[in-house]
């Protein structure tokens, strides 16, 4: 199994509270990606990385900012929670040529 | 931009029985395409690929084609079993040159015995 841990796993938080959700990897891959599951719409991405300091968005990155300081860090923040932002997060890895992406375990954030 | 549509499930099927879970897409140039599963719980992870008109994927009994004429993926399984119960995605990736990946919303499988 590919070396991504996410955390925290489970988190209930308050509107208007910043959050951070941290994805961690082991295997020196070049691509990070966070996404949200939500029922109904599947997995949307919010950004990628594909470098350190090098992100972009995805198709839901409003209301979220991310951070790629060292190779195996991504971070994601969402500068004022809203309610709308509750779901499970899934980071996810991926070599050169998106042969294959790698899956963490997800984050389930519920705001309040 | 890009995207994909997928069939609506839930689908539940006997086991043994056929499957088949249609996959559309919309994209720019020509992308890899691919199947994931998620297992309740669970992340997703890759079930099968393909990476070129007309070429297959395969594994675990499960099939797609790349059809680049009907902008089309489908899933299928001669014989699916109770534990072949999952969610399965239809994705894309590689369009326009950017490293990322579109999912479709998900199908669910539910096989009983």
């Known amino acids: 199994d590919a070396g991504i841990t996410q955390s925290p796993r489970h988190k209930v938080t308050e509107t208007g509270t910043p959050v951070t959700l941290r994805c961690h990897q082991t295997?020196?891959?070049?691509?990070m990606y966070w996404y949200r599951q939500d029922p109904g719409h599947g997995l949307r991405l919010i950004h990628y990385s594909y470098g350190v300091k090098d992100t972009d968005k995805g198709e839901v990155s409003d209301g979220y900012s991310v951070s790629r300081s060292k190779t195996e860090d991504f971070l994601l923040t969402l500068e004022s929670a809203t309610s709308s932002q509750t779901s499970v997060y899934f980071c996810a890895i991926s070599p050169e040529g998106l042969e294959k992406l790698f899956f963490g375990s997800g984050t389930q954030l519920s705001v309040l | 931009g890009d995207s994909v549509t997928q069939m609506e499930g839930p689908v539940t099927l006997s086991e043994e029985a056929f499957l088949t879970i249609n996959c559309t897409y919309t994209a720019t140039g020509y992308p890899s395409l691919f199947w994931y599963v998620q297992y309740p719980g669970e992340g997703l992870q890759l079930l099968l690929k393909?990476?070129?008109?007309?070429d297959k994927g395969s594994n675990k009994g499960f099939e797609a084609t790349y059809r680049k004429e009907t902008t089309s993926f489908h899933l299928e399984k001669g014989s699916v079993q109770v534990s072949d119960s999952a969610v399965y995605f239809c994705a894309l990736g590689g369009s326009g040159g950017y490293q990322k990946v579109t999912f479709g919303t998900g199908t669910k499988l539910q096989v009983i015995p």
């Open positions: 295997e020196n891959h070049r691509y």
């Open positions: 393909a990476t070129k008109a007309d």
